[in-house]
């Protein structure tokens, strides 16, 4: 198997789920936050640079900062998967302001050895073209299944 894909409702466990794991496996890529007002989104480099991708406009809604995203984009440039987990938390709709983002993401999913890559339910072109890639999973978190879902997830990152 070349990658698992995780989705599921907001708040329910996903994010979680990623950083339990990555407590066992080295791993390279970004993870997404909110900052303490939740009125700007940063991802950060692991390991690396934190870059400034949306923020609330006056009605609430988050907007895309382009440059925040063409920004990333020119670092997973410079990404060499190595062995290393491919760790990616998380992907939407955002994303869709930079198609030389969404591009470099496509090609590092492509060119690692195992990933682990957190989407939002909400399907767009972007996503949908992620899920069309070779030998992946896409699993549905839910309250159900999501404190069984971090040892299921170790044996299968374990025996990629």
Known sequence: MKGI???GDKGVGKSTIVKNLMQHFPGYGFLTSFDSSKSELILKIIG??????????????MEPVKTGFDSVARKLEEFDPGEKLLIIDELGSLELCSK?????VKNLLLKSRFF???IQKRENEFIKSLLKIE??????VTKTNRN?????LFEKIKGS
């Open 5 to 7: 894909f995780l989705t």
């Open 48 to 61: 690396g640079q934190s870059f400034l991708i949306a923020r609330r406009n006056s009605t609430g809604k």
């Open 100 to 104: 030389k983002f969404q591009e470099e």
């Open 116 to 118: 682990l890559c957190v």
């Open 135 to 140: 030998d992946t999973t896409l699993i549905t």
């Open 148 to 152: 069984y879902l971090v040892n299921l």
